[in-house]
C-alpha cells in the first residue's frame, strides 16, 4: 500500500525540475517580453515604462499584416514540402533492413549539424549565375546561357525545405517503423498499387504523427532568420528578419516586442489546436 501511495509522489516530484526550467527560460522571459511591448520607445535612448498599445497598433497596419500572413503561409508551405517528400522517403528508410537504414540516418544527422550559414551560402553559391547549377544546364543543352536563380522565392522555399526536411523525416522515423507492415501488405493483396496502398492504408492510419510533425517543421520555418535574407529579397523576409531589425538595427525594442508576442501566440495557438485535435481523435476512437 505504501509503494502504491509513493509512485504519485516521485512521479510529480520527477516533474519539479522541468517545470521550474520551464518557468525560468520561457515563462518569465516571454513575460518580460510581453511587458516590455507596452513599453513606449525613447528617441535616442532604449525605452521607458509608459503603457501603450501603440505598439500593436502598429503592428496590425497593412504593411506588418502582411509581412506576417506570408510568414505564416511561407512556413506551412515549407511544412507541407516537407511531408509531401519526407512521409514517402520516411516510409521506404523503414522498409529497409536495420544496416542499410544506418547510413541514411547518418546523413540526416549530418545535415542537422551544419549551421543556417553554411547551408545559406552553399545554397547561395548552387544557385548563382557563376558557379551555379545553370552552369550545368548549360553545359548539358537545357540553358543557352547562365542565369541567376537567386534572390529569388524559390531560392528560399528550397533553403528553407532543405533544412527542415532532416526533422521532417527523424520526427516521423519513430511512427513509421513502429507501424505493423501487414497493413500495407493486405492493402496490395486485395489489389491496391504499393502507391494507392501508402495513400488509403498507411498515411491515414498516422495522421496524428504527420500532423506533430507539420506543428514542428512550422514553428522551425517560422523562426528562420539568415535563409530568407541570404537567398530571397527584401519582399521575402519573414518576420523574425524584422524583428531583429527593428530590436538592433532601429533600437525598438517594445515594438519588436510586441512583433515578437504575435510570432510567439501564433505557434502556441498552432500547438494547441492540434493538441486539441489528436485529444478528440483519442476520445472518439475510445
Known amino acids: 500500500m505504501s509503494a502504491a501511495t509513493s509512485r504519485p509522489t516521485g512521479g510529480q516530484g520527477a516533474l519539479v525540475f522541468p517545470g521550474l526550467m520551464l518557468g525560468a527560460f520561457f515563462v518569465v522571459p516571454f513575460g518580460l517580453m510581453i511587458a516590455v511591448s507596452f513599453f513606449q520607445r525613447v528617441q535616442g535612448g532604449f525605452y521607458e515604462p509608459v503603457l501603450t498599445s501603440d505598439n500593436y497598433a502598429r503592428f496590425l497596419s497593412l504593411f506588418f499584416g502582411e509581412i ?134 498507411i498515411l491515414p492510419a498516422l495522421r496524428g504523427a504527420l500532423a506533430a510533425t507539420f506543428v514542428v517543421v512550422f514553428v522551425f520555418a517560422l523562426g528562420s532568420y539568415l535563409l530568407p535574407q541570404l537567398l530571397g529579397r527584401p519582399q521575402h523576409w519573414t518576420l523574425s528578419v524584422l524583428i531583429t531589425d527593428q530590436a538592433i538595427y532601429q533600437s525598438n525594442m517594445p515594438f519588436a516586442a510586441a512583433m515578437a508576442v504575435f510570432l510567439v501566440l501564433a505557434s502556441i495557438l498552432l500547438v494547441s489546436l492540434t493538441a486539441l485535435f489528436g485529444a478528440r481523435r483519442v476520445g472518439s476512437a475510445t
Not at 511561407?74 to 516537407?82: D, F
Not at 544527422?109 to 549551421?115: F, H, I, P, Q, T
Open 68 to 201: 506576417l500572413l506570408f510568414s505564416l503561409g511561407l512556413s506551412a508551405l515549407v511544412a507541407l514540402i516537407c511531408l509531401v517528400v519526407g512521409a514517402p522517403f520516411t516510409y521506404l528508410l523503414s522498409r529497409l533492413p536495420r544496416r542499410a537504414q544506418v547510413p541514411w540516418l547518418v546523413a540526416l544527422l549530418a545535415v542537422l549539424s551544419l549551421s543556417e550559414v553554411i547551408i545559406g551560402f552553399s545554397w547561395s553559391t548552387l544557385l548563382s549565375r557563376t558557379a551555379g547549377l545553370s552552369n550545368l544546364l548549360v553545359a548539358i543543352g537545357l540553358m543557352k546561357t547562365p542565369a541567376a536563380f537567386t534572390p529569388s522565392f524559390a531560392a528560399v522555399l528550397l533553403g528553407m525545405s532543405y533544412q527542415a526536411l532532416p526533422y521532417c523525416v527523424l520526427v516521423l522515423y519513430p511512427s513509421f517503423s513502429r507501424l505493423d507492415p501487414s497493413l500495407g501488405e493486405a492493402a496490395e493483396t486485395l489489389g491496391a498499387s504499393p502507391v494507392r496502398a501508402f495513400l488509403t492504408v
